[in-house]
């Protein structure tokens, strides 16, 4: 069940990044947030976490940049023992 929750997040994510977001008939880029975090937030999957941190991180992926929220779903892969997750905040402790 996590694996399909994960594969419909990210294709909400692939859909976002081709541009489809905000156009006629396309999934509004509210959504797509909304969308992405209870869906990636239910399933705990560190990876998908992870990668949504990166999606805030850059202003992808039909969000708009946001440090802070980045931060918070880096916490929430790291705390599962995410590696890349533990390394993002290490680095942004040292800046």
Same mark, same amino acid.
């Given at each position: 069940?996590?694996?399909?929750?994960?594969?419909?997040?990210?294709?909400?994510?692939?859909?976002?990044?081709?541009?489809?977001?905000?156009?006629?008939?396309?999934?509004? &880029?509210?959504?797509?947030?909304?969308?992405?975090?209870?869906?990636?937030?239910?399933?705990?999957?560190?990876?998908?976490?992870?990668?949504?941190?990166?999606?805030?991180?850059?202003?992808?992926?039909?969000?708009?940049?946001?440090?802070?929220?980045?931060?918070?779903?880096?916490?929430?892969?790291?705390?599962?023992?995410?590696?890349?997750?533990? &390394?993002?905040?290490?680095?942004? &402790?040292?800046?």
């Amino acid at each position: 069940m996590k694996k399909m929750y994960a594969l419909y997040a990210w294709v909400i994510v692939l859909v976002a990044g081709l541009g489809l977001v905000g156009r006629a008939g396309a999934v509004p &880029q509210a959504d797509t947030r909304t969308l992405l975090e209870r869906f990636q937030g239910q399933t705990g999957l560190a990876q998908e976490q992870f990668n949504i941190g990166i999606c805030y991180y850059m202003g992808q992926g039909g969000v708009e940049q946001n440090f802070t929220e980045a931060v918070r779903w880096w916490r929430l892969a790291a705390d599962q023992g995410d590696a890349q997750a533990q &390394q993002k905040l290490r680095v942004l &402790q040292k800046d």
